[in-house]
């Protein structure tokens, strides 16, 4: 059974920074890209940044420059390193890889940047 767990969301500050983790169990993790997506309340869920099973990496305008996407296959996990943060960050952010077959979502992280 292919999992991913997210970790690492919380209350900051504006300007300040987080790094959200999402572990992966049930797939040969190096084989497949990842993605990080967000979803704000009263808005669709959008792709943040995404990184593919070579490294080569992709951001939304909104956050380049700030947010980070790397992974580590030998821990089968994938970061999301977010700094400079502002309050339209906010959201419920999420894992997500998608196999031959269907995608595959972590339950989220919710990550709350206020003052």
């Known amino acids: 059974q292919v999992q991913l767990v997210e970790s690492g969301g919380g209350l900051v500050q504006p300007g300040g920074s987080l790094r959200l983790s999402c572990a992966a169990s049930g797939i040969i993790f190096r084989l497949y890209g990842m993605g990080w997506y967000r979803q704000a309340p009263g808005k669709q869920r959008e792709l943040v940044a995404g990184i593919s099973s070579g490294g080569s990496t992709n951001y939304v305008d909104s956050v380049k420059g700030r947010f980070t996407i790397s992974r580590d296959n030998a821990k089968n996990t994938v970061y999301l390193q977010m700094n400079s943060l502002k309050p339209e960050d906010t959201a419920v952010y999420y894992c997500?890889?998608?196999?031959?077959?269907?995608?595959?979502w972590g339950k989220g992280t919710q990550v709350t940047v206020s003052s």
């Open positions: 997500n890889t998608r196999l031959p077959k269907n995608d595959i």
